[in-house]
């Protein structure tokens, strides 16, 4: 009988995570032994409560675990209590310039609050009673060092936002922290360039063992940012480094989150769901596969089982393709042989091949909630 069970053996990584120290950020843990967040941050005024909450739920259903919202003004401010109680995933309160906004938010009920050193008013001398504040509460922080907004002095003395003036800051800015014996921070230091980015954090992970925010910011429109976010996410995940990220996109925000969970996937840092392998096309392909692909992947939108699909279009790599995936087509001569699990279940008119795929698909998924739902009543009881 074909296995359509899920894997027994967790699928390898590139290396092990670096040790860093856990923290939460409302029900979220980030850091130390906790799986790699995705966050993402509103685009809406946040005074418009029900418009962010709006947009907060669909990044909650699109799989985001955290979410950021601006607090530039005190009308945002006031809305904050409101949402924070609504959301469904944890709000960070984003605050730049304000202090006041800060204990703002805290008082609300917010999961974090990001602060930024390099623009907020005489942050220095804020510090000891931020700390208190956010103890007392059980609030949780991040420290965002930006290329944007570094402190003036760090400018003058490097010239420009390098690694190292990234890393300086971030250091300092910790110690004064540490100095108040507050630790639940997490720290990230952005750049618009990914290897200056990547660069910063290498340097910072060395330094000590804060939970690290991964980010490229002002990363550009979806295609260029998706790049920039995926060379620089993949790099430092890959050897370790990242407790939570934010893919930055100027695109909806939805589109961030699946950016973040798709490269956190690659990486077998997420359960990978519905992946579909299909072959670039060339001289060789007998069929079209571009609109294979296209309308198999449309019409498995949604799919939340771990499912690889291979839609191949030849006879060279396809059989081999699409013996390795859970379900797969090789196409050729009008017609396609269908796989499950490595064996050849049918072969049917090349018409045929997306609305089989799709129903073997929901198949397979059915056969796999089936065993995930059986697993889960054997560990109750």
């Known amino acids: 009988m074909t296995d359509l069970g899920l894997p027994a053996m967790p699928p390898p990584v590139l290396a092990p995570r670096r040790k860093s120290r856990k923290i939460k950020v409302g029900t979220v843990d980030v850091g130390g032994d906790a799986p790699v967040s995705v966050q993402s941050m509103t685009t809406t005024l946040t005074s418009d409560v029900n418009s962010t909450l709006q947009q907060i739920a669909e990044l909650t259903a699109a799989g985001c675990d955290i979410v950021r919202v601006a607090c530039p003004s005190q009308d945002d401010a006031d809305a904050l209590p409101e949402i924070a109680q609504h959301s469904q995933i944890p709000v960070i309160a984003d605050i730049h310039f304000q202090p006041k906004y800060v204990f703002a938010a805290i008082d609300a009920g917010c999961a974090a609050v990001r602060v930024n050193p390099g623009n907020i008013r005489k942050f220095d001398d804020q510090v000891g009673a931020i700390a208190k504040a956010a103890a007392d509460a059980g609030v949780s922080l991040r420290i965002g060092v930006n290329a944007g907004s570094l402190d003036k002095r760090l400018l003058e003395k490097y010239g420009k936002a390098t690694p190292e003036a990234l890393v300086e800051s971030a250091v300092w800015e910790a110690s004064l922290f ?15 360039d990914p290897v200056v980015m990547v660069q910063a954090y290498e340097m910072l992970a060395e330094r000590g063992d804060w939970p690290l925010h991964l980010g490229v910011t002002e990363a550009g429109p979806a295609f260029q940012g998706t790049i ?24 909806p925000p939805v589109e961030e989150v699946k950016v973040g969970l798709q490269i956190l996937q690659s990486l077998n840092l997420r359960e990978r769901k519905l992946e579909i392998v299909s072959c670039p096309s060339c001289g060789r392909a007998q069929v079209d596969v571009y609109t294979l692909a296209e ?26 393709e699409a013996r390795e995936a859970d379900l797969g087509v090789a196409s050729g001569n009008g017609k396609g042989q269908i796989f499950v699990k490595g064996e050849v279940i049918k072969t049917v008119p090349e018409s045929k091949i997306v609305e089989t795929l799709i129903a073997e698909a929901m198949r397979i998924a059915e056969g796999m909630e089936t065993t995930e739902g059986a697993s889960a009543e054997v560990s109750v009881s």
């Not at 108040?180 to 921070?185: R, V």
């Not at 309308?295 to 081999?320: F, I, K, Q, S």
């Open 295 to 320: 309308e198999v992947t449309a019409g498995l939108d949604g799919l939340e089982v771990p499912l690889r699909v291979a839609v191949m279009g030849c006879v060279v790599n396809g059989p081999g």
């Open 228 to 251: 920039k976010s995926s060379v620089a996410f993949g790099h430092l995940l890959a050897k370790g480094i990242g407790d939570t990220i934010r893919v930055s996109l100027s695109a």
């Open 178 to 192: 540490e100095e108040h014996d507050f630790h639940d921070f997490k720290i990230s230091v952005k750049h618009n």
